[in-house]
């Protein structure tokens, strides 16, 4: 089978190129997308492949899909780009944006936890569906009435589906906007992006359907049920097929139903990588940028159980977690496979979106072997 990748790729990394069009041979992707900008410029945006498991629709240039988590990267910016503007600081109380938070033994909660994982509030203990997550206010009503599941500050404890609601609560109270407009209107419409959390009806069609690795439920642990992982992941149950349907598209939950494609991903990323400014956009100053690369909290996450390292919001490059030969690295991922990476040292982002579900909740294989292509390009 001979693949016709399309898009522009500088010949600088025509190796990547040729990764990401084996990796559709192969049966490795069905369709997908990768970009690259460096230096604030898009150098690579590949797209190729199909919408369909029997190849019978192409992946077209403007398809966008759900990736899951790598939602997550933009409310980081978000917040990042208020406390740039002086109305957000990391280190202040939750409560003092959001008075009710204070409930539950949650007064003096940082909102560096929440950004990093620490809040103790992974999960909630008053039953909910899936359905439960499109209504805003029944979701940020239970977690300010919610107890801690474990000290915060102490430990990260992947905060799966709450986080987004979490930041998206601060910045309503802010600025008065869900989160999903406040990031249409400051950072997706300046930076151009076709990124979208809460999809406009009139952009359905350009949707590609994620195609589930098992059958499409999301990961858990059967190990013990009263864990905090199981507990997280298990309240509510997701599944894939929830992102067929017409709700969960046109929700605002900003850890989980962004829709985009990698060349939207890289852009948005991209002030982030560049001291704050891409594309003749000045996002935010090179001094709130450098600030996501301070470690805010590390060791074994009490949900992902695996040693893990967070700034603000973004995971971070490290022993444990090796993505780049450089130090100021930052990234996240969806579950399935789509991926952002950061990095201040190279002024690179690069992003993966597919339709083809690996079972890993924070990329996979694919995305890690095109960026390490990308690298090896740069010498």
Same mark, same amino acid.
């Given at each position: 089978?001979?693949?016709?990748?399309?898009?522009?790729?500088?010949?600088?990394?025509?190796?990547?190129?040729?990764l990401?069009?084996?990796?559709?041979?192969?049966?490795?992707?069905?369709?997908? =997308?990768?970009?690259?900008?460096?230096?604030?410029?898009?150098?690579?945006?590949?797209?190729?492949?199909?919408?369909?498991e029997? %190849?019978?629709?192409p992946?077209?240039?403007?398809?966008?899909?759900?990736?899951?988590s790598?939602t997550k990267?933009?409310s980081?910016? #978000?917040?990042?780009?208020?406390?740039? %503007?002086?109305?957000?600081? +990391?280190d202040?109380?939750?409560a003092?944006?959001w008075?009710?938070?204070?409930?539950? *033994?949650?007064?003096?909660?940082?909102?560096?936890?929440?950004?990093?994982?620490?809040?103790g509030? =992974?999960?909630?203990?008053? !039953?909910?569906?899936?359905?439960?997550?499109?209504?805003?206010n029944?979701?940020?009503?239970?977690?300010?009435?919610?107890?801690?599941?474990?000290?915060?500050?102490?430990?990260?404890?992947?905060?799966?589906?709450t986080? *987004?609601?979490?930041?998206?609560?601060?910045?309503?109270?802010?600025?008065?906007? $869900?989160?999903?407009?406040?990031f249409?209107?400051?950072?997706?419409i300046p930076?151009?992006?076709?990124?979208?959390?809460?999809?406009?009806e009139s952009?359905?069609?350009?949707?590609?359907?994620?195609? !589930?690795?098992?059958?499409?439920?999301?990961p858990?642990?059967?190990?013990?049920p009263?864990?905090?992982?199981? %507990?997280?992941?298990?309240?509510?149950?997701?599944?894939?097929?929830?992102?067929?349907?017409?709700?969960?598209?046109?929700?605002?939950?900003?850890?989980?139903?962004?829709?985009?494609?990698?060349?939207?991903?890289? %852009?948005l990323q991209?002030p982030?990588? #560049?001291?704050?400014?891409? +594309?003749?956009?000045?996002l +935010? @100053?090179?001094?709130?940028?450098?600030?996501?690369?301070?470690?805010?909290?590390?060791?074994?996450?009490?949900?992902?159980?695996?040693?893990?390292?967070?700034g603000?919001?973004? *995971?971070?490059?490290? @022993?444990?977690? !090796?993505?780049s030969?450089?130090?100021?690295? #930052?990234?996240? *991922?969806?579950w399935?496979? =789509? $991926?952002?990476?950061?990095?201040?040292?190279? @002024?690179?982002?690069? =992003?993966?979106?597919?339709?083809?579900? +690996?079972?890993?909740?924070?990329?996979?294989?694919r995305?890690?072997h095109?960026?390490?292509?990308?690298?090896?390009?740069?010498?």
């Amino acid at each position: 089978m001979v693949v016709e990748v399309e898009g522009y790729c500088d010949e600088k990394f025509a190796n990547v190129r040729e990764l990401f069009a084996s990796n559709i041979e192969k049966d490795l992707d069905i369709g997908a =997308s990768f970009a690259l900008t460096v230096d604030g410029e898009m150098v690579i945006d590949l797209w190729g492949g199909h919408l369909d498991e029997a %190849r019978t629709q192409p992946w077209q240039e403007d398809t966008i899909v759900n990736v899951y988590s790598t939602t997550k990267t933009m409310s980081f910016l #978000c917040a990042l780009l208020l406390a740039d %503007r002086g109305e957000l600081n +990391f280190d202040a109380n939750v409560a003092d944006y959001w008075p009710e938070f204070a409930a539950a *033994g949650k007064k003096n909660v940082k909102v560096w936890h929440i950004m990093a994982h620490a809040a103790g509030l =992974s999960g909630m203990d008053v !039953p909910v569906t899936s359905q439960d997550l499109y209504d805003w206010n029944r979701i940020v009503e239970l977690l300010a009435g919610q107890a801690p599941w474990w000290e915060p500050g102490t430990a990260s404890g992947y905060h799966a589906i709450t986080q *987004g609601y979490l930041i998206g609560e601060i910045v309503r109270r802010i600025t008065g906007l $869900s989160l999903g407009t406040f990031f249409q209107q400051e950072i997706a419409i300046p930076l151009a992006a076709d990124f979208h959390i809460g999809v406009p009806e009139s952009e359905f069609s350009r949707i590609g359907n994620l195609i !589930p690795a098992g059958d499409g439920s999301a990961p858990g642990t059967e190990d013990d049920p009263d864990s905090i992982a199981s %507990r997280t992941f298990k309240n509510p149950p997701i599944s894939v097929f929830d992102s067929y349907t017409e709700a969960w598209r046109k929700a605002e939950i900003p850890a989980a139903n962004g829709h985009g494609n990698a060349r939207a991903v890289a %852009r948005l990323q991209a002030p982030l990588a #560049c001291g704050g400014s891409a +594309f003749g956009v000045d996002l +935010f @100053s090179r001094a709130t940028a450098e600030s996501v690369m301070k470690e805010r909290i590390s060791g074994v996450d009490l949900v992902l159980a695996v040693p893990m390292a967070f700034g603000l919001g973004f *995971g971070l490059n490290s @022993s444990e977690v !090796p993505l780049s030969p450089n130090a100021n690295v #930052c990234y996240w *991922g969806g579950w399935g496979g =789509s $991926s952002v990476l950061v990095d201040q040292d190279a @002024s690179l982002s690069a =992003s993966f979106v597919m339709n083809k579900m +690996f079972a890993g909740l924070l990329g996979d294989v694919r995305s890690y072997h095109l960026v390490q292509a990308v690298y090896k390009s740069l010498g």
